[in-house]
């Protein structure tokens, strides 16, 4: 089929009113081979050529529409919106000159609340940029500047190094030599804290991998280990391994650090059991060693006041303003198992993986009666600064009751990072007595948040400006010729166009856009009408672990877990307490957000930008039951738009997922 034809179909699929999915894709088009959907990711492609596009979600990092920590579009955009996220799709990925592909992507508008007006104004922002340069070029014209060289100028007088980033209250714009200085004191403070009487603020993510040679307590069988970490007043619990005293937990835990929190981080391990449960030792870690230690990672730590134990222990402190940074992006592939332990004597395993990076997880399909599965599945996970270091694989058969765990793996991050790719890898299970799983790897990384920033291992506060002035020039040289170059090049008729396209979708959904990718590689689902009704999940937070903690409301636009995940690496300390509550609300616009009696205030959704808008439901409205009733009414009207129940996890008592 030609692209007209290709476009006939898809006309045809939407006609039907049928929402796109693999299953559409492949009955549609089974001539074409090359085509793939991720619900999750709110991704998929069509080509027929070798292109197999890698796809990622832009949360945080630099992109040419959106600069989400400042609030600010670029001004190319004129006057779209922006009405999905940032997909960005990687050069280099199996690419094939010729041919066709069509990318699909999510949205967030709903689509039978719309006009025909408003349906035709739904176009594609997309443009072709791929190194840091360009988009430094792109993030400049964000923020208004002009492209020259007295915009990258090194030279500041006294004063203006003086100068406060704000004057009587208005904000002023910071000078290069300033934002320098802030960037090396982001890295240096957090040493220069730790090392003194106060400790930084940020978060402290520990994992407790396994134990070994735990003390038996009990007169009968062995022990039910779990572990339990406090820091102050937050505490986390891990699941209880059974009937075992090498138990393996990689269980991941984070916490809030600020200036006045105590120093320690205790590890207690108890005996899950009937009535009170059995000590069986303890731990304690000074969290300046944490600090001090550039590679804390697989550290044995022995238990006291206990015979025998020791537990595996890593943890890496994130300071404030790095939580929510973006490191990159981890796609695997768990192929096969081999030789699978057969855990029941009666019969074969059912076994199925999952797969954890902290509280993110995975899970495959079980393969029915077999030690030699083949899964060939497929995931990924976003890898911010306060993730985990360790990904953890366990194999459990499916069973009826609880499923018998077979065995399990970690990979290390950083040893997929610096490799960059793991081809076909087979990794023998531990806590089994056979088995192996066959892993892909690959790691993509995030665009850089600041090109400038490197770690500095000299704790030394007090450093000469005219050395800073010189290692601004040296690093900023090389950008102002490619900023030059890229302007030459704007004229060419060949050149490195940076110029935004709008682009008709050749297919729309209640949930996804179809567009034909051409030679582009960033892409954003826009409209020229603002206010426009878009699905949105009203998502339930609290404060992780904390004693009487509120619940946070916040309007999230729907599709996929990534606003969700924003949330949660924000630094606010918060974890998701219940379920997501759709509804449809007009993006921009203020709805008061009532309760059977509490008007909580206002709630507003934005397409873009930081999450500022939420209510809070203070402990003191808790009622028994396990959810809570909402209304919303537009701020300025008393016409009810929304009436539903936000449902909670377990009547508010379970941990926060």
Same mark, same amino acid.
């Given at each position: ?175 290069? #030599? ?5 960037? $090396? ?81 205790? $590890? ?20 300046? *060693? ?93 890898? $911010?600064?306060?993730?985990?270091? /360790? ?18 793996? #970690?990979?290390? #991050? ?77 004229? /060419? ?49 609290? /404060? ?47 709805? /008061?957000?009532?309760? *059977? ?9 934005? #397409? ?50």
């Amino acid at each position: 089929m030609d692209s007209g034809e290709w476009n006939d179909v898809f006309a045809k699929i939407q006609r039907k009113g049928v929402l796109i999915d693999i299953n559409v894709l492949k009955e549609n088009f089974e001539d074409v081979v090359n085509k793939a959907f991720d619900r999750d990711m709110g991704f998929g492609y069509i080509s027929d050529n070798g292109y197999k596009p890698k796809a990622r979600v832009i949360l945080q990092g630099k992109n040419p529409f959106i600069n989400n920590h400042t609030d600010l579009l670029n001004p190319i955009l004129g006057n779209h919106l922006p009405y999905s996220q940032v997909y960005h799709l990687a050069w280099g990925a199996g690419g094939v000159s010729g041919g066709r592909t069509y990318c699909i992507l999510r949205h967030y508008l709903n689509i039978p609340g719309l006009s025909e007006e408003e349906l035709d104004s739904i176009k594609i922002a997309t443009c072709s940029l791929e190194n840091m340069d360009s988009i430094d070029y792109m993030v400049e014209r964000m923020e208004g500047k002009n492209i020259n060289e007295e915009n990258y100028s090194v030279t500041v007088s006294e004063e203006e190094r003086k100068q406060s980033f704000s004057e009587n209250g208005n904000n002023v714009e910071k000078k290069p #030599t300033q934002r320098l200085l802030e960037q $090396m004191n982001q890295i240096i403070s957090p040493i220069a804290d730790a090392t003194g009487d106060g400790l930084a603020s940020g978060q402290l993510v520990v994992t407790v991998h396994k134990a070994s040679s735990l003390e038996k307590k009990g007169l009968v069988g062995k022990a039910d280990p779990y572990v339990v970490l406090k820091y102050g007043t937050q505490t986390e619990k891990s699941a209880t391994v059974n009937n075992n005293h090498n138990p393996i937990w990689h269980f991941t835990a984070c916490f809030d650090i600020e200036e006045q929190s105590t120093n320690e981080i205790t $590890m207690e391990v108890f005996d899950d059991d009937f009535g009170k449960d059995d000590f069986l030792g303890k731990a304690i870690i000074d969290i300046h *060693d944490i600090f001090e230690s550039n590679d804390f990672v697989n550290k044995w730590i022995p238990l006291e006041n206990c015979k025998t134990g020791e537990v595996l222990v890593s943890a890496k402190f994130i300071p404030l303003q790095r939580i929510s940074r973006p490191v990159g992006h981890i796609s695997l592939t768990v192929q096969k198992g081999k030789k699978i332990e057969k855990k029941n004597m009666m019969k074969k395993a059912d076994p199925y993986v999952v797969i954890k990076l902290g509280k993110d997880q995975h899970k495959s399909e079980t393969v029915k009666k077999s030690t030699d599965p083949t899964w060939n599945y497929d995931f990924a996970f976003d890898i $911010m600064e306060a993730s985990p270091r /360790q990904i953890t694989f366990e194999v459990f058969d499916d069973d009826i009751g609880n499923d018998r765990p077979i065995g399990n793996v #970690t990979l290390d #991050t950083d040893t997929i990072m610096k490799k960059q790719k793991l081809d076909n890898l087979w990794t023998r299970l531990e806590n089994c007595k056979s088995g192996e799983i066959l892993i892909s790897a690959e790691f993509t990384p995030a665009p850089a948040i600041e090109d400038n920033e490197e770690e500095i291992s000299d704790t030394t506060t007090n450093i000469e400006m005219e050395v800073i002035d010189e290692q601004f020039e040296e690093n900023k040289v090389q950008q102002i010729a490619m900023a030059e170059k890229n302007l030459v090049n704007k004229n /060419q008729p060949n050149g490195n166009h940076h110029a935004v396209e709008f682009i008709d979708p050749v297919y729309c959904d209640d949930e996804y856009v179809i567009v034909e990718k051409n030679d582009n590689n960033w892409f954003m689902v826009v409209s020229s009408n603002p206010n426009l009704p878009i699905n949105v999940n009203l998502v339930p937070f609290k /404060q992780n672990l904390a004693e009487n903690s509120p619940i946070y409301i916040y309007p999230i636009p729907s599709g996929g877990f990534h606003n969700i995940k924003r949330v949660v690496h924000s630094g606010r300390g918060l974890k998701q307490c219940g379920y997501e509550k759709p509804c449809v609300l007009r993006a921009g616009q203020a709805y /008061q957000f009532w309760t *059977d009696i509490f008007n909580l205030g206002n709630l507003k959704t934005e #397409t873009w930008g930081p999450d500022t808008s939420w209510v809070v439901y203070k402990p003191e409205y808790i009622k028994a039951e396990d959810c809570i009733e909402a209304s919303l009414k537009l701020a300025d009207e008393n016409e009810l738009k929304f009436s539903g129940s936000i449902s909670l996890y377990d009547r508010l008592s379970v941990d926060a997922a």
